[in-house]
């Protein structure tokens, strides 16, 4: 949805009366053009015909952590243990945060459930939310904790050394919150859930909803936490050393990958995208397994690209995708974070997925 779209269908929900001439007026633009961006709402399915009757059933909810990225790079060799000259760059994130907004770069309707504080990271989170197309309404606004931080230090390739997340106020997600979002959920197309939120929340999200429930662990240490239940899960994105934590064993190579993978399907998830890096991805359900290889690139930051590559699994999922052509949209949306400065790739869009997927030769 083009940020024009987005002033007009805004309009349209304060009132649904309003007249094409009235909307002009207000956004000093002339009528015809109004009714072009009026056809391509119709067309996105975001309006339902003549008398702009708003679709708003179809959404993705993402319960998870919101927090200010911190992020450090040096110019030359990391050095441990020393102060490394280097770069250092601030900016919104956090995985469910970091999804959702990804989601909404991709034309979704996404409502973000996350816990934010009263201080001026959470007001920046809230801003920028309402910025870009997402809806933080249900999220909590505490009073008792700080905005969640998030600390990574980089290596000279731009991978991640070492982190440290300040994640206390996502403890206040709690089941007796989420219940009182059951219509939000009850009504969701699906539902995105990452680890920073408590284990009971996670297990209430899924012994309360059917809707298809999209998982990120996030890290080994929070891997841990829903071992127990990873059956239930529709859709899971682990890491090598999170699938070994899922699967109890080795994983040493792509052998090694393909059967951790059936190891989860054999559980209960429908579809499993274990990452690998530089190695590419092993994609598996009931079906079929398959390896997708990642096309070598300049690496800038790689501290998104795994939200960017769940969003684009949202996406998929929605538009009905096979498991070959869910992974290359996938992969392609990681490359585009993976070559942006910034935490979200300003340059996320459908448009530029498919032009990365031709160029990458990923189809």
């Known amino acids: 949805m083009t940020n024009r779209e987005k002033e007009i269908l805004e309009l349209i929900k304060l009132n649904p009366f309003i007249t094409q001439e009235e909307i002009a007026s207000k956004l000093k633009i002339a009528r015809s053009s109004v009714a072009i961006h009026i056809t391509n709402l119709i067309k996105k399915g975001y309006i339902m015909g003549r008398g702009y009757i708003l679709n708003e059933n179809k959404y993705v909810v993402v319960i998870g952590g919101s927090n200010i990225d911190i992020t450090g790079y040096p110019r030359n060799k990391l050095l441990h243990k020393d102060s490394n000259p280097g770069y250092v760059n601030l900016s919104l994130g956090g995985v469910g945060r970091n999804i959702a907004e990804n989601i909404a770069k991709l034309d979704i309707n996404v409502k973000l459930i996350t816990a934010l504080g009263n201080d001026i990271y959470g007001k920046k989170i809230i801003n920028h939310s309402k910025n870009i197309g997402i809806d933080i309404s249900n999220s909590l606004f505490s009073s008792k904790n700080q905005t969640s931080t998030y600390l ?35 009504n969701s197309s699906l539902i995105v859930l990452d680890t920073n939120i408590p284990k009971n929340s996670i297990i209430y999200i899924l012994e309360n909803y059917n809707n298809p429930v999209f998982l990120d662990p996030v890290s080994t240490s929070k891997t841990k936490k829903i071992k127990d239940i990873i059956g239930k899960f529709h859709t899971i994105k682990p890491n090598l050393l999170e699938a070994e934590i899922l699967t109890d064993m080795k994983i040493s190579n792509e052998s090694d990958a393909k059967i951790a993978c059936k190891k989860l399907i054999s559980k209960g998830v429908k579809q499993v995208f274990l990452t690998m890096g530089e190695k590419g991805v092993i994609c598996a359900n009931e079906n079929e397994i398959i390896k997708l290889e990642s096309p070598k690139i300049e690496i800038k930051n790689a501290t998104g690209a795994g939200d960017a590559f769940a969003a684009a699994l949202v996406y998929s999922y929605i538009n009905n995708f096979d498991l070959f052509k869910s992974a290359s949209f996938a992969i392609a949306a990681s490359i585009i974070t993976l070559k942006s400065e910034e935490t979200n790739s300003k340059e996320l869009n459908i448009d530029n997925i498919y032009k990365t997927i031709k160029e990458m030769k990923l189809c």
């Open 152 to 186: 990574a230090i980089l290596n000279e390739n731009r991978d991640m050394e070492i982190a440290i997340s300040h994640m206390d106020i996502c403890e206040e997600i709690n089941p007796e919150f989420l219940q009182s979002k059951n219509n939000i959920l009850q």
